[in-house]
């Protein structure tokens, strides 16, 4: 009996043991479980605390497949337009280069032969009507003050030949009142002070030329010819000077070089910058829709996203026979001087304006290579993406040749923005 009882005794003691250390094993699961719960609320909320305000306004966004839904507080961002039908202008397209405007430029040439002694322009400088450009020693200038000297030389000898015989002939009526000469005598002192007075005027008329050709000719201020007649003291230097207002962009001569007056080559080139031609061939087809005083945009390869507005002032007579193009010519505004001559440009002619076609803004276009996309709206928070085909680009809104209705309503701003939301 005492053997059974202690077996029985030890069994109910070990099945106790397993019992609490079953307990104790539930206890440590709970607690473990309730620790990951408590851990995986804190990382949750320390990730949602370290988001932006902007990446947790995303997180509502619904999209399926095309479709894109936003909330109340992200409408704000973005703005709905409606397709608008916009009349669009007619354009014709060529091609084309700048050139100088030949109606504000001219070459200058020497008017003497002489031997360059100073170059004062170079090439890129401004220069106004009269400055100066270049200096020479000529022999036509030194022969043209000579010329003055001698004809002042021979006007004050004519002068006082008329002097002299004015007194002579006053003399000789004097003397014929008391008849104490002879008539002969007196017609004689008549004569002479009549020839002396023909003398006189030839040698002013002489000095007079040799004035004019000095001033006109030879191009010396009235200062420098009153130097000459006053000092009688011949300068060699000549100065040629610009002819009008422009900016040098030729120069071919330099100091020591010997200049003619029958040169080929013109010695400087003058060209005001302030505007610019565009010598460009159109097809012959295209002439009858081209007239004078039609407005261009116009593009150079250096300013690709620059816009220059001309207007055509010219058209060619003739067509060119192997290219059955006509020369049209326009005159552009060049104020800041980034045009330049030579320079490839192309440009787009209005030559009238089209039926009113659905239109929308440019920034509510997503470009995609040649695809052309925009988010219409289904119902008021929820776009829907469609692709559209594009015409022509004008004051900031595209054409539309398929894809959407008239009053349907688009993305404008915030085009992107609902583009990104649908690719994450």
């Given at each position: ?28 699961a ?85 031997r ?97 050709r ?63 031609w ?43 026979s ?24 192309s440009f ?54 398929a ?22």
């Open positions: 009996m005492s053997d059974s009882s202690e077996r029985v005794s030890d069994s109910s003691k070990d099945f106790r043991g397993r019992l609490t250390l079953r307990k104790s094993r539930w206890r440590l709970a607690v473990g479980a309730a620790s990951l719960f408590v851990a995986a609320i804190v990382i949750t909320l320390v990730l949602l605390g370290d988001r932006t305000p902007v990446e947790s306004a995303r997180m509502p966004v619904i999209k399926r497949d095309d479709i894109v839904a936003v909330t109340p507080d992200q409408y704000h961002q973005i703005d709905v337009v409606k397709v608008l039908a916009t009349p669009f202008v007619h354009k014709k397209s060529a091609i084309g280069q700048i050139a100088f405007n030949e109606d504000a430029s001219t070459v200058v040439y020497s008017p003497f032969y002489g360059v002694t100073r170059v004062l322009a170079k090439i890129g400088d401004v220069v106004r009507r009269g400055d100066p450009l270049f200096e020479i020693d000529s022999p036509e200038v030194v022969q043209a003050q000579t010329d003055l000297i001698a004809a002042i030389h021979s006007r004050d000898k004519a002068k006082s030949q008329l002097a002299i015989a004015e007194r002579q002939a006053e003399r000789q009526q004097r003397l014929a009142k008391t008849q104490a000469t002879s008539g002969r005598e007196l017609d004689q002192a008549l004569n002479d002070q009549t020839a002396a007075e023909s003398d006189m005027k030839t040698a002013e008329g002489a000095l007079n030329a040799a004035r004019n000095l001033r006109i000719i030879i191009g010396r201020e009235q200062t420098e010819i009153d130097r000459v007649e006053r000092e009688r003291v011949i300068n060699p230097l000549i100065t040629i000077n610009s002819p009008i207002d422009g900016t040098v962009v030729s120069r071919k001569i330099g100091p020591g070089q010997y200049v003619r007056t029958d040169a080929t080559e013109a010695l400087y080139t003058i060209v005001d910058l302030s505007t610019m565009l010598k460009a061939n159109v097809p012959e087809v295209d002439i009858p829709l081209i007239r004078v005083g039609q407005q261009i945009e116009i593009k150079v390869n250096a300013f690709p996203n620059r816009v220059f507005n001309a207007k055509i002032v010219a058209i060619g007579a003739s067509s060119d192997s290219t059955r193009r006509v020369m049209v010519r326009s005159e552009i505004s060049n104020p800041d001087g980034v045009l330049k001559a030579e320079m490839f440009a787009q002619i209005i030559v009238g304006v089209g039926e009113p076609i659905n239109s929308v803004p440019v920034q509510g276009v997503i470009r995609e290579g040649e695809a052309a996309y925009v988010w219409v709206e289904l119902e008021p928070g929820r776009f829907q993406r469609r692709r559209i085909e594009l015409g022509q680009e004008q004051a900031g809104r595209w054409s539309v040749v894809g959407l209705e008239e009053n349907e309503r688009i993305v404008a701003r915030g085009a992107i923005y609902v583009d990104n939301e649908w690719r994450q």
